[in-house]
């Protein structure tokens, strides 16, 4: 059994993974067994409501005695820290997405945990939805992908990493250029790969909260509604399914993703956060890459 150490009570994924790991619903093999929060009074309610049987009072607590890490901080700016000190204990580590929020932070850490040998994941549990990965698969039929377009919820801050891991998963990395529309109600972000395949992510701020994704081949289209209607013990699939990814790695000590993947789709999100401010397309060479 591992023993699998939790960083971060302030989003949901930390009840969510947790739930899966002590309910054994990805085939079990592992156990969270601590949990930090910044808040304590909500990382002993999500203990006791997910079986963890051990809230610490720092991160660094989280680290000790155990066989991997989870970074589950809400927020990207939080993540970097915490994974570092992983990275340094040795520890076979999961970073929520997005992996970091500064693509500089995010070529450090995948550098720091090559050089430590330390298997890292990070990803969008998008790319591991059920009917994402019908949509993927039914690609292969349509020749060559032009167009994939994704509608998400939210601000692009929280939720942006899910378009871009998604279209990494489709085009792979290598973009181009990014251009961000912001306004009031939605963001539109247009990202181009150098020949000429294009994404476009559009981000719905209220409303309605799921997930659609539509690519378009030489000879047809195909879609994927990412939404809550695949369960399992009444936890969305595409948790589930990460935490298999996650199992795997620390099975065989090998990252189910390229660090370079991983690193490109922060670089792209963070691109278009740029060019939402300044209001002018931006070339991916400005974004760090190494």
């Not at 949990?35 to 009074?41: E, F, K, S, V």
């Not at 994974?83 to 929020?101: G, H, I, N, S, T």
Request: glycine residues 10%.
């Amino acid at each position: 059994m591992l023993d699998i150490g939790i960083v971060g009570a302030d989003s949901t994924h930390t009840e969510n993974f947790a739930a899966i790991l002590n309910r054994g619903l990805a085939g079990g093999g592992m156990r969270a067994v601590k949990l930090w929060g910044a808040d304590p009074a909500q990382a002993r309610a999500k203990a006791a409501a997910t079986g963890i049987p051990q809230v610490v009072d720092a991160p660094q607590a989280a680290m000790e005695g155990v066989d991997a890490v989870m970074v589950l901080n809400r927020w990207g700016a939080d993540h970097f820290a915490p994974a570092m000190q992983a990275v340094e204990r040795r520890l076979p580590l999961f970073v929520d997405k997005p992996l970091c929020d500064d693509p500089a932070q995010a070529i450090q850490l995948t550098q720091a945990a090559h050089a430590a040998g330390v298997p890292l994941l990070s990803a969008s549990a998008v790319r591991y939805d059920p009917s994402f990965q019908t949509m993927r698969d039914a690609l292969h039929g349509l020749g060559r992908t032009r167009l994939v377009t994704f509608t998400l919820p939210q601000t692009w801050r929280l939720y942006g990493v899910h378009a871009v891991d998604a279209m990494h998963v489709i085009f792979g990395p290598g973009a181009q250029d990014v251009t961000t529309v912001r306004g009031d109600a939605a963001d539109v972000v247009t990202i181009r790969w150098p020949d000429g395949r294009v994404g476009v992510a559009t981000q719905v701020r209220g409303g309605w909260m799921q997930m659609l994704c539509v690519a378009v081949g030489d000879t047809g289209w195909t879609h994927a509604e990412i939404s809550d209607r695949h369960t399992v013990g009444g936890i969305r699939r595409m948790y589930v399914e990460t935490i298999r990814s996650f199992h795997a790695m620390l099975t065989s000590g090998e990252p189910p993703i390229d660090a370079g993947e991983m690193v490109s789709v922060i670089r792209v999100v963070a691109a278009a956060e740029r060019a939402a401010r300044t209001g002018r397309r931006v070339a991916l060479d400005e974004i760090p890459s190494a």
